[in-house]
């Protein structure tokens, strides 16, 4: 069983950056797939990155290549989502979510765990 606590999101302006984090607790979080998804209002949920237990495989939606940053610390059992260049279009509510095998995939359905999300907003 893991269980996941998104932090680190907020307001803000466009151009800005901010970092998520999600720390996991359970015994095999460096075995996991972890990745992060969000949801915008009156959307579907999105998949936006995701990366293997030791880091050597990393996916990231189009939308947010170049400009976000996935990475993990097995010590802290912690995956972070560093985000710069926001655009208005990145607000949403973002999701940590793990997978207890490989590979890397980009639905949501194929996750095992989920946090409750946080808030991102980036004014114009």
């Known amino acids: 069983q893991v269980q996941l606590v998104e932090s680190g999101g907020g307001l803000v302006q466009a151009g800005g950056s901010l970092r998520l984090s999600c720390a996991a607790s359970?015994?095999?979080?460096?075995?996991?797939?972890m990745g992060w998804f969000r949801q915008a209002p009156g959307k579907e949920r999105e998949f936006v990155a995701a990366i293997t237990w030791s880091g050597d495989n990393i996916y990231y939606a189009d939308s947010v290549k170049g400009r976000f940053t996935i990475s993990r610390d097995n010590a802290k059992n912690t995956v972070y989502l560093q985000m710069n260049s926001l655009k208005p279009e990145d607000t949403a509510v973002y999701s940590c979510?793990?997978?207890?095998?490989?590979?890397?995939?980009?639905?949501?359905?194929?996750?095992?765990?989920w946090g409750q999300g946080t808030q991102v907003t980036v004014s114009s």
């Open positions: 979510a793990a997978r207890r095998s490989i590979p890397i995939l980009a639905t949501a359905d194929k996750y095992d765990y």
């Open positions: 359970g015994r095999a979080f460096s075995s996991y797939v």
